[in-house]
């Protein structure tokens, strides 16, 4: 069994869980319910930049980084002129929570996107109820018609979407109602990155569509390679988290490169 699929399996179990604990009904009576969201495509729409991660571990790499707070690296990252945070949720392969992204909501005025395997309509109301104001949608782990559903039901929510693809065959789960595609630029299924294999995928994509570089971007040149390529959005994670201070070494990087 492939990591992909042993995350799906353990998710189906949390989310599970998760349901018989709390109900809909009850993720409805958070505070951050009713709250009006961040809109990243607005902001990407009129200028490119970075999607900074908070990112404490992944199965590929172990702990990157389990000292910092997620409040005080985030804030930084906005600080610094990040156009939105991704925060991770999954708690058993990357040692997330809900509390990260709760414990910085209040402080931060810029969207959040809630990263997970979303699988389930539940976890649209969780992501909701935790204040995130995008979420992930991963072709490899849905049907294209489940993405448009699930697409349908974030936008009722007032959620953006983000459609991760990685591969040609992933193409056909584009539809004009999801708001960013993502090229990950990493094969979940074997890690491997390969920068010029999301070129050719991006020169695929419809014209109109704003497109993410995702993964794997280690230094400059990498950013730079994609940036000329014309990807408008670029979410980082390990280059920022493996350093002792995240937030301080995103500002070197953005003002190293022009966003
Ligand atoms: O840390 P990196 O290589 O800069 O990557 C960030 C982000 O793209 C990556 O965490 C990611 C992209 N898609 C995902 C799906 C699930 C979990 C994680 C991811």
């Known amino acids: 069994m492939n990591i992909l699929d042993k995350i799906i399996e353990r998710k189906k179990q ?9 109900s809909i009904e009850k993720l409805k009576d958070s505070e951050f319910f009713g709250r009006s969201t961040f809109s990243l495509r607005e902001t990407i729409k009129t200028k490119s930049g970075i999607i900074a991660e908070f990112k404490r571990q992944s199965p590929s790499k172990g702990i990157i980084n389990d000292q910092v707070s ?14 939105a945070v991704s925060i991770l949720t999954d708690k058993d392969f ?15 005025n810029i969207p959040i996107l809630r990263k997970d395997f979303m699988i389930d309509e539940y976890q649209f109301y969780e992501a909701k109820s935790i204040g995130a ?9 849905l049907s294209p ?6 697409t349908e039901l974030a936008h009722s929510l007032d ?29 979940l299924k074997d890690f491997k990155v390969d920068l010029q294999h999301s ?35 670029f979410l980082m994670g390990e280059y920022f988290m493996k350093n002792e201070n995240p937030g301080q070494k995103f500002g070197e990087f953005i003002s190293n490169v022009t966003v």
């Open 199 to 233: 070129v050719d995928l991006k020169n695929q994509l419809p014209n109109d569509i704003l497109s993410v570089a995702e993964s794997g971007i280690y230094n400059e040149e990498d950013f730079k390679f994609l940036k000329e390529k014309g990807f408008e959005g």
């Open 159 to 187: 959620l953006e979407v983000l459609l991760e693809i990685h591969s040609k065959d992933e193409l056909k789960y584009i539809n004009k109602n999801v708001d960013f595609v993502g090229i990950n630029n990493r094969n």
């Open 145 to 150: 018609i489940q993405v448009s559903e699930f």
């Open 14 to 22: 949390e989310i599970a869980d998760a349901k018989s604990k709390i």
């Open 70 to 83: 997620p409040l005080e690296v985030v804030s930084q990252y906005e600080k610094f002129g990040a156009i």
């Open 94 to 108: 990357f040692g997330g929570s809900f509390d990260d992204v709760l414990s910085v909501r209040n402080h931060i």
């Open 133 to 141: 104001d995008v979420i992930l949608l991963i072709a490899s782990c």
